[in-house]
């Protein structure tokens, strides 16, 4: 079938940390890829997205890169900020309806 | 305007209630969708508008749930007898054509 899996959280690091948040997919075809982030009490705000086989999506220090062979789309920042405290969803795109993974929470330690 | 806007941001109803939740896309956006995240989970898909056609409500989970888009452009989202598991953060998204969402801050109906 067609879903979106990502690790799950709270994952907790202090600033500066190195960040990897796994996210891997199914999908018949090559779908669209994007990755989005949700502040408290606010919508889904896109964060990066890649539309094909090796595309690396980039924004803000965050990267991810669009890997066929393994299915994934893994979220990676090299030095996280506490102010990157927040909720982060991968989601795969299809003709035009999304799935969305249920989220990874990122709690950044001063 | 210059993103989606929704309201109202937190509505609470009665079980048995009928709500109405209002999304104002993107000036222009042809496409417009409506997810509900319920906590600590996904958005999952309710329905998706091109123009005032609604071309896909497969994600509407009863016949409770009642979307349009009558003039191309405000949607409003209708709830029959809401129930407590109902109760989540309604999300309305708009896009030039398909793909490239922009999300509103949501509703969040607490049903009691």
């Known amino acids: 079938g067609n879903s979106v899996t990502q690790m799950e959280g709270p994952v907790t690091l202090s600033e500066e940390a190195f960040l990897t948040i796994n996210c891997t997919y199914t999908?018949?075809?090559?779908?669209?890829l994007f990755w989005y982030v949700q502040y408290p009490g606010e919508g889904l705000q896109l964060l990066l997205k890649a539309t094909k086989a090796d595309d690396k999506g980039s924004n803000k220090g965050f990267e991810a890169t669009y890997r066929k062979e393994t299915t994934s789309f893994h979220l990676e920042k090299g030095s996280v900020q506490v102010s990157d405290s927040a909720v982060y969803f991968c989601?795969?795109?299809?003709?035009?309806?999304?799935?969305f993974g249920t989220g990874t929470r990122l709690k950044v330690l001063a | 305007g210059a993103g989606v806007s929704q309201s109202p941001r937190y509505k609470v109803a009665k079980r048995g209630q009928d709500v109405a939740l209002r999304c104002d896309p993107i000036s222009g956006h042809v496409s417009l969708f409506w997810y509900q995240q319920a906590l600590g989970q996904g958005p999952e898909f309710l329905t998706y508008?091109?123009?005032?056609?609604?071309?896909?409500k497969s994600g509407l989970p009863s016949d409770r749930f009642f979307a349009e888009r009558p003039e191309g452009s405000v949607s409003t989202l209708k709830i029959q007898r809401t129930q407590q598991e109902d109760s989540a953060v309604y999300l309305c998204a708009s896009s030039e054509r398909t793909g490239g969402y922009t999300f509103g801050s949501g509703t969040r109906l607490t049903v009691v």
């Open positions: 999908a018949t075809g090559y779908p669209s």
């Open positions: 508008f091109q123009n005032e056609a609604q071309l896909d």
């Open positions: 989601a795969r795109g299809g003709t035009y309806k999304y799935i």
